[in-house]
């Protein structure tokens, strides 16, 4: 009888084992604190489901650009990815608000929009179809031009420019408005491209002069702020299927206080990369007057009635600025 139950208790345990979940967690390079956020995720997890759920990660494009991270989410080939809004365009038009210049005013207007339920619910939704949906965002800074010849300190300076853009039509659309050319191509060959000359710069936080070592070929970098485009930690709804409704909520509670410490952490990073920037690679800061920016782009929000999914939820992050 003692065996029979020593047996039953192992059998026991090992059918734990098979039922425990890993979540299988891909993406591109990324600055540290977002690095950092998304390890507190795989740690939070595990704890909240008492090691029932844990994940695993493959970092820094082991498995391809985000483009093909997303379209592995998709086939159910991969659990989850972080991947920016700005691609996410490509998937669910919506996103593509998060691509239209000075849509938000500062950073606390970013915040309360990102985590208004009302707003980003839908959002996150809407690629269900699609076999995925958005657990939650990070915070991602502002996007600015940076440049290999000159500053850009005026709209006049971006005319001709070949600069590299995110594969979403309404940052290819920003910059056309700008009068630069927009070269949309993965992050991994930015580098290069403007070593070479194939492009004249790009657009991005300040973590791409450091931690892509952009600063190394690109000196001028020019704080116009054009966007703030959050990055969005997705996951398969094949993935979500397979976790009980504890599970699953102990996933999401995961991802939503994973985003608070990464907000913290990349507030408290980013001076120390600008330094970093400025001291290792040389690179210049100017800060142009972004008036005239704007005007450039506002057909950009005249045109918006052409899509009114978009026009919408431009509606409503443009009605809590200011609160």
Request: charged share 20%.
């Amino acid at each position: 009888m003692k065996g029979l139950m020593m047996g039953a208790a192992l059998l026991a345990l090992m059918a734990g084992a098979v039922q425990a979940e890993t979540l299988r967690f891909g993406y591109a390079s990324n600055a540290t604190p977002t690095k950092e956020a998304m390890a507190k995720f795989g740690d939070l997890v595990a704890e909240k489901t008492g090691g029932g759920v844990t994940v695993t990660f493959f970092p820094d494009g082991q498995l391809g650009g985000e483009r093909e991270l997303v379209e592995m989410v998709q086939g159910g080939l991969l659990d989850m990815t972080k991947v920016s809004g700005g691609l996410m365009e490509s998937f669910s038009p919506v996103y593509g608000a998060f691509s239209m210049p000075y849509l938000f005013d500062d950073t606390a207007h970013f915040y309360r929009a990102m985590e208004d339920d009302a707003i980003m619910g839908p959002v996150y939704a809407s690629t269900e179809g699609q076999g995925m949906v958005g657990l939650t965002y990070y915070d991602s800074g502002a996007r600015s031009f940076y440049t290999a010849k000159k500053p850009v300190e005026t709209v006049e300076d971006l005319k001709g420019l070949k600069i590299r853009v995110m594969q979403s039509p309404t940052s290819i659309e920003m910059v056309k408005m700008l009068g630069a050319a927009p070269i949309a191509m993965d992050q991994s060959e930015v580098y290069t491209s403007i070593q070479q000359g194939v492009l004249d710069g790009a657009e991005n936080n300040e973590y791409a002069l450091t931690v892509a070592r952009h600063g190394e070929v690109a000196k001028y970098y020019s704080y116009d702020m054009h966007t703030r485009i959050p990055d969005i930690v997705l996951i398969s709804t094949a993935a979500l299927g397979r976790l009980t409704p504890e599970e699953q909520a102990a996933v999401r509670e995961a991802a939503r206080e994973s985003t608070a410490f990464q907000k913290e952490a990349w507030t408290q990073a980013t001076e120390a990369e600008k330094k970093t920037a400025a001291e290792s690679f040389g690179v210049t800061y100017t800060y142009p007057d972004v008036a005239a920016f704007q005007k450039a782009v506002q057909p950009m929000y005249d045109a918006l009635s052409e899509t009114p999914e978009k026009q919408a939820l431009v509606e409503k992050i443009r009605a809590l600025a200011g609160q």
